[in-house]
């Protein structure tokens, strides 16, 4: 086992502990990466990484994975709908195996023999984080100070301060973890199951009024146009967040069994996930078979589950991805999205594949395809199972209905 360590590395107060700490008191070389998937701006970087070599960092390097996290993650959260718990699109808990797999990618570039983290023990990256390297590299030792020493924030300021950082690390109100595919926002009043945040604890404020359109467009499953501008997906996600956040739109709070056996309540905030998870599957109701709906639900939430759970790296999520990326050939078409304060409607759609077709007839208006008589016989084929059935076992069952 080298000395060398290669921390994941976010800026904060946590993962600032760990770098003199695993210095001075563990002897190791401390080399700190930050995995960007789309929750720091340009300017928010080059802190982070002024702040790692103040530390003490032997290296640092800032690893921009915004598109792979798309690529390799939110493509399929957007082909499967998911929401868990018909709530949550997954907006932090579907980021940190991908970071995790940058870190680990790190890891070998350096032939570090250690990696370290500055989760507590209280909450789900630390698995997360951990599960990569159990399963990729079991070899390497994995340290989490915060987490082995039971540290509290007061203890990690002291000893900062004894060592010559003396920041200011005014603790906020309330907890915000930000990234491409939403915010989680908490605070004492998610701690408790009646509580509700107030109008300031969200990033975004509300400062639009009145309505607007919006026109997204995609093919074979993944959002490429808005507003009629064709556009990267990941840059076409910042964009709809920005048009729409200011409307309130996408806020909620989440309840949810955590990877450790508690529940946890989280509020969150995530327009576009939610407007481009609900436009696209409006399209999808509209270009997909009954048959293909059905096995896409009955995927789709398991898939979310082990994302959550930090199963990513399961062979059965790719068999469940080719299955989606199957399904979502004929997917593509344009579809409005009316905005207003605090909500968001889905207003219709366009599409070569809409299985909507007036050539065969137009639903309680006229049939094309078949007749009237067409119908009496075909619902007398339908009933003929359960018409033997009631008549070799009697009709106790529907007098118990009465």
């Known amino acids: 086992m080298n000395n060398k360590v290669v921390l994941a590395f976010s800026g904060g107060l946590d993962t600032s502990f760990c770098v003199p700490y695993l210095k001075n008191e563990k002897g190791l070389e401390v080399h700190t990466i930050t995995v960007n998937t789309g929750g720091f701006s340009d300017s928010e970087v080059k802190a982070i990484e002024a702040r790692a070599i103040a530390l003490g960092a032997a290296s640092h390097v800032t690893v921009d994975a915004s598109h792979t996290y798309y690529e390799k993650g939110l493509k399929y959260l957007i082909f499967g709908n ?56 079991p070899d390497i030792r994995i340290i989490a100070p915060i987490r082995e020493k039971s540290l509290t924030r007061q203890e990690e300021i002291d000893y900062l301060a004894a060592h010559g950082f ?52 995609f093919e074979k499953g993944e959002p490429v146009s808005l507003n009629g501008k064709k556009m990267d997906p990941v840059e076409l996600i910042k964009e709809l967040h920005a048009i729409a956040a200011p409307y309130g739109i996408g806020r909620d709070i989440h309840v949810g069994d955590t990877i450790i056996g508690i529940k ?90 809409d299985l909507m077709s007036s050539k065969f007839g137009t639903y309680g208006e006229i049939n094309r395809s078949y007749t009237g008589a067409d119908v009496v016989g075909f619902t007398k084929v339908l009933a003929n199972p359960l018409k033997i059935y009631y008549s070799v076992n009697g009709t106790d069952i529907i007098k118990t209905a009465d």
């Open 166 to 217: 003396d920041y200011s690390w005014e603790k906020s109100r309330y907890s915000i973890n930000q990234g491409l595919w939403g915010t989680s926002v908490g605070g004492v009043e998610t701690l408790t199951s009646d509580g509700w945040l107030p109008e300031e604890a969200y990033p975004v404020q509300v400062t639009k009024h009145g309505s607007e359109h919006v026109r997204i467009g």
């Open 264 to 353: 946890g309540r989280v509020a969150f905030e995530a327009a576009a996930p939610l407007i481009l998870i609900k436009a696209h599957h409006l399209l999808e109701k509209h270009v997909l078979t009954k048959g293909q709906l059905y096995w896409k639900d009955q995927i789709a939430g398991w898939y979310g589950q082990q994302m959550h759970e930090a199963m990513y790296l399961d062979p059965v999520m790719r068999d469940m991805e080719a299955m989606m990326d199957s399904m979502e050939q004929k997917v593509s078409g344009e579809v409005e999205v009316g905005l207003r304060p605090y909500s968001f409607s889905v207003l219709g759609c366009s599409s070569a594949h």
């Open 82 to 137: 998911i929401l868990k718990n018909a709530t949550y699109p997954l907006s932090v808990s579907s980021e940190r195996v991908f970071q995790a797999l940058e870190v680990y990618r790190h890891v070998r570039r350096t032939g570090a023999g250690s990696v370290a983290h500055g989760s507590t023990g209280a909450g789900n990256d630390q698995v997360r984080f951990d599960i990569v390297f159990e399963i990729l590299s």
